[in-house]
């Protein structure tokens, strides 16, 4: 999606009786006749019993318009109609939950076990919720973030793993010879780990790259210049706000958005995070 050439056209709408009716998707890029505002939409929803479309340009800035009469899609006039109905497929299937795990009906989420999956920051553990929140509730597992890794081999030896009090770890970027696989192989070699630790990652910067670009309506992920924040990066690069925290995380949420089930992730996250259900959940 070109957000850099979001702009009026100017074109004049036909009688209305002779515009195409458009069911609106998030990530159509739509431009308001009347006052000249383009956008992708972010959001639909029923307001006051009728439809309402949110609209954020190329800064960030978001503005609301009412469906109907009065849009351009692609410089062509358009009815706007509401959402169409999303086919089974887009989600998860009847019965399945996100991880596409068959759905326990009326299953209580269990007491929290001791045993617990860590994961890397606040972003990782969001998604690992997102497609497996049904299954590891139903297991009693919880989801803890660490903010980094670098005091793990410390954090490890407070946790006191042993049987029954068993951890998983998942890291990102844990391809050999780097700093991760270094603190993953001394948190092996500490007492109590054999077979109560297991530590696993994908080999991805961050996590974020974990979802398919496919999903987003790219290529592939932009490449960011070395020696500057990869997050930043990636939002500059989608045109997105990036200068605070608060862009990091509304750009983040943007993102998680857009998964739906476990076929929206790179396979190298879902076996990893199936690798390590396993292990907490096999006697």
């Not at 009815?79 to 759905?103: C, D, K």
């Not at 860590?118 to 497609?131: C, I, N, P, S, T």
């Amino acid at each position: 999606m070109d957000y850099q050439n979001w702009g009026p056209r100017g074109i004049s709408a036909p009688a209305k009786a002779e515009l195409p009716e458009v069911p609106v998707e998030r990530g159509m890029v739509l431009e308001d006749v009347q006052s000249g505002w383009v956008g992708a939409v972010t959001r639909v929803e029923k307001s006051g019993g009728m439809h309402v479309v949110a609209l954020e340009d190329r800064r960030g800035k978001s503005r609301s318009f009412k469906l109907g009469f009065g849009f351009l899609l692609e410089g062509r006039p358009i009815r706007l109609m509401p959402p169409a109905a999303r086919p089974a497929a887009s989600g998860p299937a009847a019965g399945r939950t996100a991880s596409g795990s068959v759905r326990v009906a009326g299953q209580r989420a269990q007491v929290a076990k001791a045993s617990r999956i860590w994961v890397e920051g606040k972003h990782d553990a969001e998604l690992v919720e997102k497609v497996w929140g049904d299954d590891l509730r139903v297991e009693g597992i919880v989801v803890e973030p660490l903010h980094g890794i670098d005091d793990l081999t410390a954090a490890v030896a407070a946790f006191k793993p042993g049987p029954g009090r068993r951890l998983g770890v998942l890291v990102d970027h844990l391809v050999p010879d780097s700093k991760e696989s270094r603190i993953a192989d001394a948190v092996m070699a500490s007492p109590g780990a054999a077979g109560n630790v297991l530590i696993v990652g994908h080999p991805y910067v961050d996590v974020w790259q974990a979802i398919r670009p496919a999903v987003l309506g790219i290529d592939k992920w932009p490449a960011v210049p070395r020696g500057q924040d990869w997050k930043t990066g990636i939002l500059k690069a989608f045109g997105w706000p990036h200068a605070t925290k608060e862009d990091i995380g509304l750009g983040w949420q943007k993102l998680l958005g857009a998964v739906r089930t476990y076929a929206d992730l790179e396979a190298s996250l879902l076996g990893r995070v199936e690798e390590v259900i396993d292990f907490l959940t096999v006697p």
